[in-house]
């Protein structure tokens, strides 16, 4: 006598095969998910980079501009605290913490599909 499952399978073979194309679209989805979650922290870190290189850059800039001068002009501050508004940003972005759990909804789904399993299993012993 075959397992109920197996029997089923053999009965419904598109069924299964269908089962195993929705895993594999979850599984696509929750990929495409922590992907992103993924490039935007790339990206933060790179807009932090390029936002530290350039506030420190333009700041150099602006301190001997104003050693040059001999004053303290305001306005040499803007393009630096630009940058470092940009910098900020993109330290935040690359510290936001990453969507987890990752791939919870197919955890879930197997869960439950092994529920469905041991219920299948459970009742193909007692009818022995």
Do not use: C
Not at 38 to 50: D, E, K, M, Q
Not at 61 to 88: D, K, Q, S, T
Not at 104 to 114: I, P, R, S, V, Y
């Amino acid at each position: 006598m075959l397992h109920p499952v197996i029997s089923a399978a053999l009965r419904h073979p598109a069924l299964v095969g269908r089962h195993l194309l929705n895993y594999v679209a979850l599984a696509k989805v929750e990929v495409a998910e922590a992907g992103r979650s993924v490039v935007t922290r790339a990206i933060g870190g790179a807009i932090a980079l390029l936002g530290a290189l350039f506030t420190l850059g333009w700041g150099g800039v602006a301190v001997m501009l104003g050693v040059l001068h001999g004053r303290f002009e305001w306005v040499l501050l803007i393009v630096p605290g630009v940058a470092l508004v940009l910098m900020l940003v993109g330290i935040a972005l690359a510290l936001r913490p990453p969507q987890l759990p990752l791939f919870a909804g197919l955890k879930n789904q197997a869960a439950e599909d092994m529920q469905v399993l041991h219920a299948l299993s459970e009742s193909s012993h007692a009818d022995r």
